[in-house]
C-alpha cells in the first residue's frame, strides 16, 4: 500500500507558484495585447551560460502534456519536462535599476548567471 502522504509532497513539489508582481506585470501585459487567452508559457532549455536558460512566450493553445498554473486570473503554462526542472520553483517580476524581467527562484538550482535566465543543477 502506497502512502498518501508521499502522494501529496510530490505532488506539491511539482508546482509553479506566481508571486503578487508576476501577476501584477501578467495581467497588465495581457491588458496591453487585448487578449484574455494569452498564458505565459515557461520553458526549460539546455543552453545558456550555466547549462539551462528559462523561456518566456505568450501562448493561446496548451498541448496535451502541458500543465497550467492559475492564480488570479492569471495563466503560466509549461510542459513536463519543463516541470521536471522547475518543480516547487516562484516565478517573479523584477523591476529594478537593472531593468525589468521575470525572474525565476529556482529551489533546484544549484547556480544560476547573473543575466537570471540560465542556470545549472
Not at 508571486?19 to 543552453?47: F, H, N, P, Q
Not at 519543463?82 to 537593472?98: I, N, P, Q, R
Amino acid at each position: 500500500m502506497s502512502d498518501p502522504f508521499a502522494l501529496e509532497t510530490t505532488h506539491a513539489a511539482r508546482q509553479l507558484t506566481l508571486s503578487d508582481s508576476a501577476v501584477a506585470r501578467l495581467l497588465k501585459l495581457i491588458k496591453a495585447e487585448g487578449d484574455k487567452r494569452l498564458m505565459l508559457r515557461v520553458t526549460v532549455s539546455g543552453g545558456g551560460c550555466s547549462g539551462f536558460q528559462y523561456g518566456f512566450d505568450f501562448d493561446t493553445e496548451t498541448k496535451d502534456d502541458d500543465l497550467i498554473f492559475e492564480r488570479d486570473g492569471v495563466r503560466v503554462v509549461t510542459d513536463e519536462v519543463s516541470m521536471d526542472l522547475l518543480a516547487g520553483s516562484e516565478l517573479d517580476f523584477v523591476d529594478d535599476l537593472v531593468g525589468a524581467y521575470f525572474k525565476v527562484n529556482n529551489p533546484n538550482a544549484s547556480s544560476s548567471c547573473g543575466c537570471g535566465t540560465s542556470f545549472a543543477i
